[in-house]
């Protein structure tokens, strides 16, 4: 699966395209019918018809866009006109060189118009190619053109790129280029509708060039470089639509195209448009299909073709060259040596890039038959390619510095990137030379005489060099004196013929050094990578660091995944290829020694230098000896090859299937095979975490496989990680720790003698050297990297005794006698010296094992049966450790053991001597603990009793309240300044924000509004969270202001801010969690004071603890009357009145706001006095509010002096009004010097944050399948706690605006609010206004008695719950869905039933027939769940009491509602009367409102939108669904177009809002708008009208989510995965991806947990390149 902006036609009927199935089905029986040529069908005539209008056509339009791009164009003399015109027009045409702001910063300066205008006309020039900009006089025009060209001066961008392609062209040169289009369109449609059409089409496009007429299709090509992007695209879709389509078409136009590449390649590169609108793109489409590759390179000579090209941009020394055909070729003459132009190439390699993958699509068919032309054409393009190849030889070489540091880095990048380039392409070429012994034969000889030529000029020189008792003749060259590289690709490129030959059993070693003049001369060619080996290995020591990071980058890509196989493995396949051809094996060996510097060292090498060479050049032996697992070296299958490249990837740590992917060579993830190799050797661990990757796990059986020496590691880093994990699996497996050597595959027969180096005496004089060197055996000279050295020289020398026993075991005289040989050089008696000796200590085991190893084999060679089965591969044990050393970790147990014992002795002595020193203190803390205990189970006891009074908990009861109120609650500390003495109120930092997550009607999109009223699809609302942090209010404003300087300081400087103090941002101190507002800390015995609760009544009758019957009609008579009272009271009132007049209807008010008893019956039970506090203070003053005083509402604190300025009654006004201001700020963006927010009710904002938090918790529990009253996060509690408790006080701090709130009562007795009654708002947040609002009117009455005002106040409370819970059910029945509760052959009555009809016949609704009583219950009882749920919440931090703790495993909605102090049944909620058949008379003020009859869910405005029906209503908020299978997600985007500029190009970033479901543009000028004199992108813009600025998109193209809020942004992948439990951002992998719930769940929680903003900013942290990304612009 792939995202690709590229054209293409459907392969469907392409047999080479295909293994097997070429054809659909629909297709296959079109191709079995289509036998015949349906251009017969039509009469000559026509078809002759046809032919002169289809060939004028295209004879017009290649004219007309064929035209180059100049002011003084002319169109040919059949087009031009009669009379002359000065109509002209200015074109500006499309480049990559400008941005699209410099561009419509050009337009709006000279055509003078507003950058609206000129962001379309960017737009189109973008799309299209070019733009007309400006019609008028040719004087105009020009006048335009040169205000278009003109640099800046000042502009970066203009200096550094050319001027704008602006051109004046004649009016009628326009039109009839435009027409030109329009005709090859027209033609394209035509073609793709009529098959007889098409071949004509077709017919004439190829048709054969005469010397009047010039071939179409060849007119238009070589014009592509002077087109633009809208005629490219005309020409090209009628091209995919004709010549595409047909075999043989295609390969004529195959044939066309390769005779003009070099010309198609010369004007791609002149020219800066991308590949995908140029007609190069053509190659995929013709050099994969098999048949026509073969026939191209065999006949058109592709591959030269190709190949010459690339020597253009590479080199400088090309002759031109002439044959039979008409192409140009190099010239054979051995003594031109092309020189490498690096200047050039670096320029243009980027355009010339696809040169490379248009030689691996020509390669890639691999010929089956040779044919003899085919054969000359293939050599002569290797031959070309070795030529080339031999520019490269030693690129970039260096020298060693050691005086001083390089001045200057040089330039790498290039010859690294040239070699990446070439890898696949040299991969394929061997695969031609491996198909054919002839062409590899051949091909290797023209390698090595190339090769010869270098030799003969640089490597020619021999010297010699004594070494042990002898003198050895070698290369004369010294990597520290004189210039050596890494990029050496020509003799790599022999190292891979000479390995590629031993897949033919013919070839005799013999026969390949009859190749090479003399062994000398193979000597010298394997030298150069020996070199580079030796000069990675120098660096590795770093005996080159003052060569700078240049040397060290290039190192590191060597042994990198991308550049290895043809760099490092290729090196190392030469020395062992030389190993196996060279009889002088210690002529060999001494080679490596010296271009290691072992033998003369270079300047400046000290001690570590040394001894990290020795490690390197023992690393280098084990590599080219025993790293086999090669099919052209061993005799090894791709599966054995496989898994151990697998097992070692994984031999580090577990993975996920993208990064093995990554690790592993390309010959093997090529291979489908791979996998299943994959899941032989690992297990696959899903994910637990959605944040995490599933990973693969090396299996426990595969760990003893692991070499702690193997070669593919690409830094120390990987190994030392691998060696390490691989030691921990294996002590947890209680297996050996010691790394026993394997046996590798058999070397083929024509590399069989490669080890011939082991047993050479120069190599066998080195080991026992470094065996008795002081570096080694001198305790007081070792160090770490001396125990590496022999670590590793033991690794050999058992990984030698290996490969001997192996080969014993098959044959008992095999040539093979390293034991022998290490016997007679002392070597093996060496080992058996030193097993006692301190340096080999830590190798004790690997030397007793070699020892052991060594008599197995001896003992073999004389011919004592052995059990093979006890030395197998898994099987290998050390011997057992000595008697003595059993002594020793016996005695250091001993010592161990005493000193712990003396320790805690000490310890324990200590600790004595503290409690003596500290006893009186200690005491006195006991007895205070001991207090606190008896204090908390008495306190516990008195609750028991109070639960077994009231079986249940109910909110209402005054006892239960001050219970909670006088519970001890953990006092919150500073987290600035840790100080719990000042006199300060305590503040949380806090986030608002203005938010439409639980919004069921997005189609509106209005401004965020402070009113009473909530309409009942919550558009929108407040929503507050905090991170649950406390501070002092002084130490933050301290704090804050610390952060606006901050602040100030980044932005003089231009440095990215996180936080924006415009709009009151900061970071909290603890947690950085991004914050704007501040809640102030208040106890829940302050808020119970101040509402006067301590002083009611303990306890007055309540529907759920009541025994008696009538009970609840007679409260709910009660309230009635008090409902008509308070109509009568208050039907004269004019809303628009003065305040004195508002304030006498008021009183009636709350006279009359009472419960369903006058008379309160005396408690039944006394208040316990342990629950009463333990000590209350004098009440003091805090602070006057419009002349009225509220007492003292805090806890005791300690009688100290406060040091501030700042005491505890300024505090709490301080901090209120911040509060108030930052509500302002962030919800309405309002300055507390406004008007507005001085006109506003100032505790609406926070009364409608506690309803949308309540809400938003409720629906995130729901949405999680948790009980509602589980407990919560110290995050929530807080922010419940905290902005509950602060409304309660806010309306007491203050003025009350009566009228308004007078206003909102009203809603109770039926009356409306402007367009709004209490049954068309949402029930749940006007209840929460209204039970606030009846607070704050009750709190500002004096003229009653404080213990009346406190029973008041809970009898207000419960009956403003009871009523908003009737009139929740009553919305539920009128806006219920009928289709929901309906069915066809329903008979039912049932009281709910009943209910049901008598509230819609008081609203005029039509009744309901066939309803069924189960579908009614069960969807009214979804629909009333979250509002139950949602009072239980708010009245448990409303009131302090805890409900029934059963509701924290699970909700059970007769608990709640006894809770609530309500009945469990619906009806009995809903009726005046047990026999359920009266209805609350309440229900019918309210349902006949006019309103609520114009509302009517029948009429056609409200069927046509079902989201203002129940229970969706009252359904989770949730994202959109998407598609299972992403290829579906895919479909829809490719069927997007960009609604302003709705041209067949597919948009550029299709975006899906998964908040509304709306495909939209992304990131681009089409759609830009304008807010608030600023262009935002369309996904930003989208996001201000759907969901207030915060915005969840999906990317399509690009798989991945962009989170975004204005100017804040981040990319998270897509909830999608592939079978590896994998994302794939951008389709880097293409496996098909599939939807995973974990993660859509847990993007579904972001959005409701309100995280956009907090997560953006962490993010933005995290991953330093959002900071870059122009999020507006989104």
Excluded at 682 to 707: G, I, M, Q, S, W
Aim: glycine content about 2%.
């Amino acid at each position: 699966m792939h995202s690709s902006n590229g054209g293409g036609c459907c392969d469907c009927g392409d047999t080479e395209a295909w293994k097997s199935g070429a054809c659909c089905s629909l297709h296959l029986i079109d191709n079995e019918q289509n036998t015949q040529d349906v251009r017969s069908l039509i009469g000559q005539d026509l078809r002759r018809r046809l032919q002169d209008h289809i060939y004028v056509i295209f004879k017009y339009a290649s004219d007309t866009l064929a035209l180059p791009k100049s002011d003084q164009v002319a169109l040919p003399s059949l087009l031009q006109r009669e009379e002359e015109s000065n109509d002209s027009a200015t074109v500006v045409y499309n480049d990559e060189s400008h941005t699209y702001d410099y561009v419509i910063k050009k337009l709006s300066e000279a055509c003078k118009c507003d950058n609206k205008k000129a962001s379309d006309f960017a737009t189109i020039i973008d799309r299209e190619g070019r733009s007309i900009v400006i019609q008028g006089t040719t004087q105009s025009c020009n006048a335009v053109k040169q205000q278009m060209v003109k640099p800046d001066g000042y502009s970066m961008e203009s200096r550094n790129s050319k001027p704008l392609q602006t051109y004046v062209f004649p009016i009628n040169v326009v039109a009839h280029q435009e027409f030109s289009i329009l005709l090859l369109s027209w033609l394209t449609t035509l073609s793709q509708r009529c098959e007889i059409i098409r071949l004509i089409v077709s017919d004439i496009f190829v048709s054969k060039e005469t010397d009047k007429e010039e071939c179409i299709l060849r007119k238009l090509m070589v014009a592509d470089g002077r087109m633009w992007k809208g005629a490219r695209n005309s020409y090209f879709k009628l091209i995919m639509s004709t010549l595409m389509l047909n075999m043989e078409m295609k390969k004529d136009l195959s044939v066309h195209y390769t005779k003009l590449y070099a010309k198609l390649m010369e004007d791609f590169v002149d020219d800066d448009q991308e590949l995908n609108v140029s007609i190069m793109c053509l190659s995929v489409q013709l050099f994969t299909v098999p048949s026509i590759s073969l026939y191209l390179a065999e006949h058109e000579h592709l591959l030269e073709i190709l190949l010459t090209s690339l020597l253009i941009a590479c080199c400088t020394e090309v002759k031109p060259y002439e044959n039979a055909a008409g192409h140009g070729t190099l010239t054979d003459d051995d003594q031109i040596n092309m020189v490498l132009d690096k200047k050039k190439m670096k320029e243009t390699l980027h355009r010339f890039a696809n040169v490379f993958l248009d030689l691996k699509y020509a390669l890639g068919t691999v010929p089956t038959e040779w044919t003899d032309c085919l054969k000359e054409r293939f050599l002569k393009f290797f031959n070309l390619y070795v030529k080339m190849t031999g520019c490269f030889e030693g690129l970039d070489g260096i020298e060693r510095k050691t005086d001083r540091h390089l001045e200057q880095e040089p330039e790498w990048q290039t010859g690294v990137t040239v070699h990446m380039r070439f890898v696949p392409v040299i991969k394929y070429m061997m695969n031609w030379c491996e198909s054919s012994i002839d062409v590899l034969l051949k091909c290797l000889t023209l390698t090595i005489h190339r090769l010869s030529l270098y030799y003969a000029q640089t490597d020619s020189a021999l010297i010699k060099v004594p070494y042990g008792s002898k003198e050895y003749q070698i290369v004369d060259w010294d990597i520290t004196k004189k210039k050596v590289s890494v990029h050496y690709p020509l003799s790599r490129l022999l190292a891979a013929l000479l390995v590629t030959t031993s897949r033919f059993d013919s070839i005799t070693p013999d026969q390949l050094l009859s190749l090479f003049e003399s062994p000398d001369q193979l000597l010298a060619m394997s030298d150069r990578s020996l070199r580079a080996l030796a000069l990675c290995a120098q660096t590795m020591a770093s005996a080159w660091r003052r060569n700078g990071l240049a040397l060290v980058n290039q190192v590191y890509y060597s042994h990198e995944i991308r550049c290895r196989p043809e760099s490092f493995d290729r090196d190392l396949q030469m020395l062992q290829v030389c190993s196996a051809l060279l009889n002088d094996s210690d002529r060999l060996f001494v080679t490596f020694l010296q271009r290691y510097n072992l033998i003369t060292p270079g300047l400046n090498f000290d001690k570590t230098h040394i001894v990290a060479l020795h490690e390197e050049l023992v690393d280098l032996l084990l590599y080219v000896c025993f790293e086999r697992y090669d099919s052209y070296i061993a005799c090894v299958d791709f599966k054995e090859i496989a898994r151990r490249e697998i097992i070692h990837v994984l031999a580090s740590g577990a993975k996920p299937h993208s990064r093995i992917y990554k690790l592993l060579p390309d010959s093997i993830t090529d291979v489908p095979e791979w996998e299943e190799v994959l899941k032989d050797v690992a297990e696959f661990c899903p994910t637990v975490a959605v944040h995490n990757v599933a990973k693969y796990r090396l299996k426990d059986e595969c760990v003893l496989e692991v070499n702690p020496h193997f070669y593919h590691y690409a830094t120390p880093n990987d190994q030392t990680n691998a060696i390490d994990e691989t030691c921990k699996r294996r002590k947890a497996a209680k297996q050996s720790h010691v790394f026993v050597p394997r046996p590798s595959p058999p070397f083929k027969n024509l590399w069989k003698k490669a080890l011939n180096i082991l047993c050479c005496h120069t190599f066998l004089y080195y080991v026992h050297s470094l065996l008795h060197d002081p570096v080694i055996v001198d305790e007081a000279a070792k160090s770490d990297s001396s125990d590496k050295l022999l670590e590793k020289v033991l690794y050999l020398i058992g990984s030698a005794i290996v490969e001997e026993r192996e080969r014993v075991k098959k044959n008992l005289s095999d040539p093979f006698n390293f034991c022998q040989r290490a016997e007679e050089e002392n070597i093996m008696e060496a080992m058996r010296q030193s097993v006692d000796k301190p340096s080999f200590s830590n190798n004790k085991d690997m030397v007793c094992w070699i020892v052991s190893a060594c008599d197995d084999v001896q003992q073999r060679r004389l011919g004592v049966s052995q059990d093979d089965s006890a030395s197998h591969d898994d099987s290998f044990e050390v011997a057992p450790r000595p008697a003595d050393d059993l002594e020793k970790a016996r005695l250091r147990k001993k010592n161990a053991e005493t000193t712990r014992n003396a320790l805690l002795a000490k310890m324990r002595s200590q600790q004595q001597s503290f409690k003596a020193k500290h006893s009186v203190d200690l005491d006195s803390i006991e007895l205070e603990q001991a207090s606190v205990s008896a204090l908390d189970t008495e306190t516990e006891d008195m609750d028991s009793s109070a639960v077994d009074v009231n079986m249940q908990p109910v909110c209402f009861v005054p006892r239960l309240q001050i219970a909670a109120a006088n519970a001890s609650e953990v006092k919150d500390i500073c987290i600035l300044c840790q100080d719990s003495s000042k006199d300060i109120i305590l503040v949380l930092a806090a986030y608002v924000q203005v938010s439409s997550v639980l919004s069921k009607d997005r189609s509106s999109s209005k401004p965020f509004e402070v009113d009473a009223c909530v309409d009942i699809t919550n558009r929108n609302g407040v929503h507050v969270s905090t991170c649950s942090h406390a501070m002092h209010f002084s130490c933050w404003t301290e704090y804050y202001e610390h952060q606006k300087k901050q602040y100030q300081y980044r932005s003089q400087r231009r440095l990215h801010n996180r936080y924006d103090i415009d709009k009151n941002e900061y970071d909290c101190p603890l947690c950085r969690r991004l914050s704007n507002c501040i809640i102030p800390v208040v106890s829940q015995h302050c808020i119970t004071k101040v509402r006067g609760l301590l002083n009611a009544p303990p306890t007055f009758p309540t529907v759920s603890s009541s025994n008696e019957p009538n009970l609840q009609s007679e409260q709910m008579l009660n309230s009635m009357e008090f409902l008509n009272r308070l109509d009568d009271t208050t039907a004269s009132a004019s809303f628009s009145a003065e305040e004195n007049e508002a304030a006498n209807n008021l009183l009636l008010l709350r006279e009359d706001w009472v419960d369903a008893s006058d008379t309160i019956p005396p408690a039944s039970s006394p208040v316990p006095p342990a629950i009463l506090p333990a000590a209350v203070e004098e009440p003091v003053v805090l602070m006057e509010v419009g002349g009225d005083d509220f007492e003292d509402i805090l806890p005791p604190r300690p009688a100290r002096t406060s040091t501030t300025k700042m005491n505890y009654k300024t505090s709490i006004k301080l901090a209120f009004e911040e509060m108030e201001k930052c509500f302002n700020s962030a919800c309405l963006g309002l300055k507390p010097t406004d008007p507005i927010a001085l006109q506003q009710d100032k505790c609406l904002l926070v009364w409608r944050s506690i309803a949308y938090t309540v809400q938003s918790l409720e629906m995130i529990s729901r949405f999680k399948k948790e009980p509602i009253m589980q407990d919560p996060t110290i995050r929530d509690q807080k922010t419940l706690t905290g902005i509950t408790r602060s409304a309660f006080l806010k309306s007491r701090l203050d003025q009350v605006s009566k009228s308004k709130r007078e206003k909102m009562m009203r809603l109770l007795v039926g009356e409306s609010d402007g367009e709004t009654v209490l049954l068309t708002t949402n029930i749940f947040s006007s209840m929460v206004n209204l039970m606030f609002a009846a607070d704050s009117l009750l709190a500002a009455n004096k003229s009653k008695k404080e213990s009346e005002r406190s029973t008041r106040a809970i009898q207000n409370d419960r009956n403003i719950l009871h009523l908003c819970t009737v009139a929740q059910i009553a919305q539920i029945m009128l806006f219920i869905d009928v289709n929901e509760i309906t069915t066809s052959d329903a008979i039912c009555d049932s009281d709910l039933i009943r209910a049901l009809n008598q509230i819609r016949s008081y609203a005029h609704f039509e009744p309901l027939t066939n309803v069924d009583d189960l579908k009614l219950e069960a969807c009214v009882k979804e629909s009333f769940a979250p509002f139950v749920r949602s009072c239980t919440l708010l009245m448990r931090y409303a009131t302090g009491v805890e409900p029934d703790p059963i509701l924290k495993s699970s909700d059970d909605m007769s608990v709640m509602l006894k809770y609530l102090d309500l009945p469990t049944d619906i009806c009995d909620i809903l009726c005046l009367s047990t026999d359920g058949n009266t209805l609350h008379p309440a229900i019918q003020k309210w349902c006949s409102h006019s309103i609520i009859v114009k509302s009517n869910p029948s009429a056609a405005d409200t069927v046509s939108n079902p989201k203002r029906l129940f229970p969706y209503l009252s359904s989770a908020s949730l994202l959109v669904t998407l598609e299972n299978d992403y290829s579906d997600v895919m479909e829809k985007a490719s069927e997007f177009k960009c609604p302003r500029f709705p041209v067949e190009d597919e948009a550029i970033h299709p975006t899906l809002c998964m908040i509304c479901g709306v495909i939209l543009c992304s990131q681009t000028y089409c759609c830009q708008e304008d807010v608030d004199g600023r262009s935002v992108g369309p996904s930003t813009f989208h996001s201000l009208q759907c969901s207030h600025e915060h915005g969840v998109f999906l990317r399509i193209r690009q798989c991945r989510i962009l989170l975004l809020n204005r100017n804040r942004g981040c990319f998270r992948p897509a909830p999608y995965v592939d079978r590896h439990g994998e994302t794939d951002i951008g389709f880097k992998r293409g496996n098909p991806l599939y939807i995973d719930m974990g993660r859509m769940k847990e993007l579904n929680l972001l959005w409701l947990n309100h995280q956009i903003d907090d997560v953006t900013v962490r993010d933005t942290d995290s991953n330093r390149h959002f900071m870059n990304v122009g999020w507006p612009n989104m």
